[in-house]
Structure formats: C-alpha cells, structure tokens
C-alpha cells in the first residue's frame, strides 16, 4: 500500500532540506556533516515522526514538555532527542525520565531551570546532559532567553554549578517574521565570542544553534553549527492541541 501524501511530502523534503544545508555549507567554507540538522516535529504524529526516521533521519526536536513524554516512547531508542525552548523547571525530571535518549536541551535560559536540570540528571544517574544556554537576541519581551549582556554570567554558572550539565553552545529563536535574522545571528555569535575568550574554550567547541525554517541557510552561512526545522519538513502547524511546555 502506497504511504500517504503527507509522509511521502515530509521525505522529500528532508531530502531538499539535507541539499540545501550542503550548498550553505559549501558556500561558507564549512563542512556539512559539521550541521545538525534538527527535525522540530512539535504537533506532528508519531506516524509521520517515524516517516521521516524510516528515511534514515535521527535528529529530532520538540517544543512542549507534555506532548515530547507522550511521543518519544513510541519511537525508537536510537533518535537523538533535543528540547527545544523554554522549559519549566517544574517538568525537567518528568522529561529526564521520560526520554532516557533525550540528548541535549536547547535551551537553558536562568539558573533554576539549570539547577532542575543539574539535580534531575544526577538522581536519575544518567550521562551528563548537553545543554545551550539560550539567548533572546532579538530583544523581545515575551521571548525566553538571557540577555546577551548576561550571557557569560549564566554560562559560568552552568559549568561550574552544575556537574551533571555538560554546556555544549550558545542558541537563539529570532523574530517570527524573520526581520531581524542577520542581527541575530551576529549577536550570538558575539556572545559565543565572549564566551570562549573570558573561559579559554576554542570557538569550534562552543556550539552556535541558530536558523529555522525560513532561515537556516542564512544561519549555516553565518556559523550556525545546529539548524531547526520544522515546517519546511513538517508541514504547517496544528497549535489546536498545544501544550504547556
């Protein structure tokens, strides 16, 4: 039996999207096995998950706490899960336990939600989590994030508060029109700047998670090491049954 449009539509485009980071990679100068490529699948089906997994993808993002514990079981143990977001500090165990094969959070924005993270790993006794401090570069106020003045401050907290937190990289979610993506990206890379000179760390060491759908290969061209996309694979998004994250 021949599989559903949509499916069919969500491969292909995987495809186009693996093209499209190769040729920004190239035009950069970077390698393009250098770029994960996150598939964000928040509001989609675990059939059409699996899909895109049965094409051989294995890196996978979700945005919302609750719908990500319901999901990720019924998938296989070998995808790469990354949380993508703001989380409540308050749904970091539940995560944890959840999804064993959670591999990075995507994004750390304050110390509490560092600190649930610290203790939820260390009580679980699983490796140490990956995790990015998030930057709200764009200035909005109803964006999570740290200020990229304050950056370095929570940074160091991570590494040297938090044992069981492995800091992987800096990330940011710019303006949904997409307006303000060049700034964005300049920002975070300055902050990553700011960063590896005030602690010593090599700036290939130091992961830059910026670009989305409509910009991602904008980002690669600017540094990103870790792309998001979600519609542009997915198809548009259902937020009728949106969850709390």
Request: hydrophobic residues 40%; glycine residues 6%.
């Amino acid at each position: 039996m021949a599989a559903p449009a949509v499916e069919s539509f969500a491969v292909a485009a995987l495809r186009s999207v693996m093209v499209r980071v190769r040729q920004a990679a190239e035009r950069s100068g970077a390698r393009a096995e250098n770029v994960r490529v996150v598939a964000v699948s928040k509001t989609k089906p675990v059939s059409l998950i699996r899909d895109v997994y049965d094409a051989g993808h294995r890196r996978f993002g979700e945005n919302y706490a609750q719908e990500f514990v319901e999901k990720a079981p019924q998938l296989p143990e070998d995808i790469e899960w990354h949380f993508v977001g703001h989380l409540q500090s308050n749904k970091a165990k539940m995560l944890l336990s959840a999804v064993p094969n959670l591999a990075m959070v995507e994004g750390v924005d304050n110390e509490k939600i560092a600190n649930h993270l610290d203790r939820a790993v260390s009580s679980l006794g699983r490796n140490p989590l990956k995790v990015l401090v998030q930057v709200n570069t764009s200035g909005e106020v109803s964006k999570s994030g740290v200020e990229p003045a304050n950056c370095l401050e929570l940074v160091k907290y991570v590494k040297s508060r938090c044992p069981n937190l492995e800091f992987s990289g800096l990330m940011t979610i710019g303006m949904p029109d997409y307006t303000s993506t060049p700034a964005n990206f300049k920002a975070l890379s300055n902050c990553r700047t700011e960063v590896c000179k005030a602690l010593g760390i090599k700036e290939e060491h130091c992961e830059l998670s910026m670009g989305m759908s409509g910009d991602f290969e904008q980002a690669i061209e600017m540094g990103s090491t870790n792309v998001r996309i979600g519609s542009t694979i997915f198809g548009p998004r259902d937020y009728s049954k949106k969850r709390a994250n």
